[in-house]
């Protein structure tokens, strides 16, 4: 995260981890060991910033941003263990995941009751609008997962339909950050949707770039485990954009590889040097900085903290140039 946006929010975000500490403890040694691992992997706790710095922009930052902000921040962390456990992934912030340092049980387990706590925050807040927000954006997160599976080695697709998959997958849950800082700061109702709509359009970015980072990334750098999407075949912007433009005998042979049954590590290194050398990631980069571009247009006019909005502004920068 920026340094310069966590200064100004740093004492709000040291609260909210505060909360999440009480939250989370149990009195069982195993599932208080469970869910203190859970608090490790969360990682830029960037949703909480999103919650804090439209917060501070339109007014003041209150307990109720703080609880908004641990329960959103619950229900992404809930998500990466279950989609750690979906990709079969090994690593996740340098750290084993939860399916391989115990099982999928336990994974599954962790994640439901990192949900149900969020749940347990939310409703403690005082806005009705709050808790149909974080609902409605976990729903649609587990709409756009499901949407993505089933159009696993669809290669068929085209760009449109791609942002609308991820459209539910990823960015529902940043819209909803910055949606609920305004809303508990009392922004009025036009300026809550822009909000919203500034969160959406980062979260198509977001996912943009990390599907390029799951392929050209440095496994060290991520902290992660990456290729996971190529090797399920799930169909990722870089490689959408090299099918709409290869000629057809390149888009016969790269799909006749990725469709091989023995389709390994090896095999995707190849895939993805092909992408890089026809400048698709590129491509899928320059599409993310778009969104990005609009993602700051929705926020043109709106009166605020002017020191706030630049840290906002390089927030929302960093989404786009990361490396991680």
């Known amino acids: 995260m920026s340094e310069d946006a966590y200064r100004i929010i740093a004492r709000e975000m040291n609260a909210m981890e505060t909360l999440m500490r009480q939250k989370l403890s149990h009195s069982d040694p195993f599932v208080d060991e469970i869910v203190r691992y859970s608090l490790q992997i969360g990682g830029k706790r960037l949703r909480p910033a999103l919650v804090f710095l439209a917060g501070k922009f339109i007014g003041t930052v209150t307990e109720q941003h703080i609880q908004a902000a641990a329960a959103i921040e619950l229900v992404h962390t809930a998500s990466l263990i279950h989609d750690d456990i979906l990709d ?3 690593v996740r912030r340098h750290l084993a ?3 391989v340092r115990w099982n999928v049980q336990v994974g599954v387990l962790a994640g439901d009751l990192l949900l149900t706590k969020a749940l347990e925050l939310i409703t403690q807040t005082s806005k009705i609008e709050g808790i149909h927000a974080l609902a409605g954006a976990s729903k649609r997160t587990c709409e756009g997962e499901l949407q993505q ?3 696993a080695g669809r290669f068929d697709m085209s760009q449109a339909e791609y942002l609308q998959i991820i459209a539910g997958k990823t960015a529902p849950l940043l819209a909803c950050s910055v949606e609920l800082g305004a809303l508990y700061a009392s922004a009025t109702p036009q300026v809550i949707e822009r909000f919203r709509c500034f969160g959406q359009k980062l979260g198509l970015a977001f996912q943009i770039i990390d599907d390029v980072l799951d392929l050209v990334g440095e496994a060290n750098t991520a ?9 399920q075949r799930k169909p990722t912007l870089p490689l959408i954009l090299y099918l709409q433009k290869a000629a057809e005998n390149e888009r016969r042979e790269i799909l006749l590889h990725i469709r091989r049954d023995d389709f390994n590590e090896q095999s995707a290194n ?3 040097a092909r992408l890089q050398a ?6 899928a980069r320059a599409v993310a900085w778009t969104l990005l571009d609009e993602a700051m247009e929705s926020l043109i006019g709106i009166e605020g903290d002017a020191e706030t909005k630049r840290a906002l502004s390089e927030l929302a920068r960093f989404v786009v140039e990361r490396e991680k």
């Open 97 to 99: 995941t939860f399916n």
């Open 149 to 151: 599976i089933g159009a």
């Open 223 to 231: 902290g992660k485990t990456l290729q996971t999407d190529l090797i």
């Open 88 to 90: 079969g992934a090994s």
């Open 270 to 272: 190849w895939v993805v």
């Open 278 to 283: 026809s400048g698709a990631i590129d491509d």
